[in-house]
């Protein structure tokens, strides 16, 4: 379902795009998918809304699968893109786990800033993206998924997830209709 109507103060949560991520293969053009991301960051933080930037900094404490985690990130592996243009404003979070909000502040974050709605992005559609959505949902957050501003590794995860859970979770559009609801919002 499009999305029918911004919150007074939603948040725009843009999942693991970093360096490390971003270089590897993916099932739709990875420059495109940051071109919209980096246009929905502007487009909020002129309207003085919340931009949440997630990278994924190791895997969650306690896991003991053999070999999958054990390797040092290159030096710049878990760096924003610059392409976010990262403000002073925007909210960091470094997690461990596959979704933005278990292990983190988030919530917390969130709530004290009034926000009642998330506006997800981001890589990959599957994993980081999926589990924030369910997360947010489950917190009680209006879910909007921008289904062009995100990608997967493999496109049969990515259609999966935007044809089966996400209208289970939340309201599903692209950029260029929730920019088109942005520029009509009143400024925070």
Do not use: C
């Not at 919530?107 to 924030?132: I, K």
């Not at 369910?134 to 009680?140: C, L, T």
């Amino acid at each position: 379902m499009p999305l029918t109507q911004l919150d007074t103060i939603p948040a725009l949560i843009v999942i693991d795009l970093q360096k490390g991520v971003v270089g590897l293969p993916t099932a739709h053009p990875v420059g495109e998918v940051v071109g919209r991301v980096a246009q929905l960051a502007r487009a909020f933080r002129e309207r003085g809304l919340p931009v949440v930037l997630v990278n994924v900094t190791g895997a969650a404490p306690g896991r003991t699968e053999a070999g999958r985690y054990r390797f040092s990130f290159p030096p710049d592996w878990t760096d924003l893109i610059p392409e976010l243009e990262q403000q002073p404003e925007d909210y960091i979070v470094s997690k461990q786990r596959v979704g933005a909000f278990i292990g983190t502040d988030l919530n917390e974050t969130l709530r004290r800033r009034g926000v009642t709605q998330v506006v997800l992005t981001g890589v990959s559609t599957s994993a980081g993206v999926e589990a924030t959505a369910r997360s947010a949902y489950d917190f009680g957050y209006n879910v909007v998924l921008v289904v062009d501003a995100m990608t997967d590794r493999h496109a049969d995860a990515h259609r999966h997830s935007v044809e089966k859970i996400f209208p289970r979770l939340g309201e599903t559009d692209t950029t260029e209709n929730v920019l088109k609801l942005l520029k009509h919002a009143p400024a925070q």
